[in-house]
């Protein structure tokens, strides 16, 4: 009698989608991002890094092969959420990954983590609460908490002497969490700060006047995408460009380049990857994407990749078998894989413990705009906020 009910049980759960994980002959990862409206560039930048992972690793992990499954999240926290849900409830995915905005992170969050008890690789958003209070034994990170960036742009400031400035971010979790990292490090005065509206606040007019009348050491921004562009075009025609030095993270990059131009040569930021890392992977990396698509990857793109990477050194190891999550979380905090930024291993958090360097806005021997590494401002960072996780 066991034996018919066990058989019927079995038939009833096929019926419904529910095959044990060892039957399961192609692995499947969701990968949300923003494909469409003005801030898609970042998206399809993060997928064509995703699909040359994917290249790299012959289609396959884990000796299965790997199905991705891309959703807009339109740049919008409840669609994030709705995507995520049906990436966790209808297609069954084995990972999550992806993520541009805090926001909408923040939303999906305890629908993947917790509601669907799937693993999450965040390739770029990493709002504090994550990192600290919220961290989650199914959320990892190839990219870094928010605050670090412009915690070690603040550092280098210190380096350089900058006495005073002026702080621009828009308002909502990832401008605080970056105003709040550059003001955790830097030595000088805060003359100045202002959180614009977002997404929809593209003018920066009425902030650069006040700026031009407080005459600071510095600026410091973080405007991502189209905002970046804007910003910096703004930025010359308020006549500041050229009297107060810019300091920017996420504002400048190989996405925002081609409209940004001239507008950001000699502009510093700072970054845990640039494009001249001299590792080989990265070199490969580098080479493979200019090759196929004639511009530089992006930050974004080389997150991304790592994150597929790391989904792959866990599968590799358990033979493709991804039934036991216990056996999945353990091999992927080992982060046994070669990242493009070279050495990779992550906190008790679960975010990677890093370096970060200051990259300048130049132009290449081919006249192409991009950047380059000119020094290492913090070694091995740890974020501010991993002793608050309770996982340790």
């Known amino acids: 009698m066991t034996r018919i ?10 019926a419904f989608g529910l095959q044990p994980a060892m039957a399961q002959q192609t ?45 807009d999240d339109q740049f919008k926290p409840d669609v994030g959420k709705a995507r995520s ?19 909408v992170l923040l939303a999906s969050l305890k629908t993947v983590v917790e509601e669907g008890d799937t693993i999450l690789i965040g390739a770029n958003a990493g709002p504090s609460q994550i990192a600290g209070d919220l961290c989650n034994k199914n959320f990892f990170s190839t990219s870094w908490q928010n605050d670090q960036t412009p915690m070690a742009m603040g550092e280098y400031l210190n380096q350089k002497g900058v006495k005073s400035l002026y702080v621009m971010a828009p308002n909502y979790a990832a401008g605080k969490d970056m105003a709040a990292g550059v003001k955790r490090t830097f030595k000088g005065k805060i003359v100045g700060e202002d959180y614009t509206k977002w997404p929809d606040g593209l003018d920066f007019s009425a902030e650069l006047a006040k700026i031009g009348a407080v005459k600071p050491d510095g600026i410091f921004i973080f405007y991502p995408g189209a905002h970046g562009v804007q910003f910096l075009k703004q930025y010359a025609q308020s006549g500041l460009k050229g009297k107060i ?18 507008l950001a040569l000699g502009t510093l930021g700072a970054q845990e990857w640039v494009n001249d890392l001299p590792n080989e992977q990265n070199k490969r990396y580098v080479a493979d994407f200019k090759a196929k698509h004639k511009v530089y990857p992006s930050f974004y793109g080389a997150q991304s990749y790592d994150a597929i990477m790391l989904m792959a050194s866990a599968a590799d190891a358990l033979k493709g078998d991804l039934s036991d999550k216990n056996k999945v979380r353990a091999e992927l905090k080992k982060a046994n894989f070669k990242s493009l930024r070279g050495g990779f291993k992550f906190n008790t958090n679960q975010f990677p413990i890093q370096n970060f360097y200051i990259q300048e806005t130049v132009k290449d021997a ?27």
């Not at 560039?41 to 991705?68: C, N, Q, T, W, Y």
């Not at 081919?366 to 340790?392: L, Q």
């Open 245 to 262: 030095p810019l300091y920017q993270v996420f504002s400048i990059d190989a996405i925002t380049l081609p409209q940004q131009g001239e």
């Open 5 to 14: 009910l066990f058989g019927i049980a079995t038939i009833a759960a096929l």
């Open 27 to 71: 692995i499947k990862i969701g990968f949300i991002s923003t494909f469409s409206g003005p801030q898609a560039v970042i998206g399809e930048d993060m997928r064509r890094s995703v699909e040359l992972a994917k290249e790299h690793l012959g289609g396959k992990m884990g000796g299965k092969p790997f199905e991705i499954i891309y959703e």
């Open 366 to 392: 081919e006249g192409m705009m991009t950047v380059k590494t000119i020094a290492t401002a913090v070694k091995d960072g740890k974020d501010s906020f991993y002793e608050k996780c309770p996982m340790k």
């Open 85 to 103: 849900e049906k990436l966790v409830q209808q297609d069954k995915v084995n990972f999550v990954s992806g993520y541009i905005w805090s926001n």
